[in-house]
């Protein structure tokens, strides 16, 4: 399903202001991709509205999620249980902030099992 540019963009400016407008990248991948990681010491923090948006890999990766019609945003996270927990748990997140689940996927076989990656991309580059 594709949205509309305006749609969208109304989508972003609305996420933008509740994000917080100081936007600090935390990694960067390809060209048009970008990397943000999430720890688990901060996802250890109590949540609620207030507080996902301040963390700064949330708030970066919903940016520039926003800047292209065509970006998805891929949650990496460890494989077991908890991980898979946690990822769900941040996509249902990002939802509440604007961001369609059609444009979020989740995978898992991150690495580290303290952190999940948001991975933010143009969709035909991601879903290969």
Do not use: C, H
Not at 37 to 54: F, H, Q
Not at 83 to 110: F, K, N, Q
Request: aromatic content about 8%; glycine content about 6%; cysteine-free.
């Amino acid at each position: 399903m594709r949205i509309s540019r305006s749609y969208r963009n109304t989508i972003a400016s609305i996420s933008l202001a509740l994000l917080l407008p100081a936007i600090s990248s935390v990694g960067l991948a390809a060209n048009t991709t970008r990397i943000f990681t999430l720890s688990a010491d901060e996802w250890a923090r109590p949540r609620s509205g207030d507080v996902i948006p301040e963390l700064d890999a949330v708030r970066a990766a919903v940016s520039y999620w926003g800047r292209d019609a065509d970006a998805i945003l891929v949650i990496r996270y460890p494989g077991e249980d908890t991980g898979e927990l946690w990822a769900t748990e941040l996509r249902d997140w990002l939802i509440s902030l604007g961001v369609p689940s059609d444009y979020i996927r989740l995978v898992s076989g991150v690495q580290a099992a303290d952190e999940i990656k948001l991975v933010v991309g143009n969709r035909d580059e991601l879903e290969q």
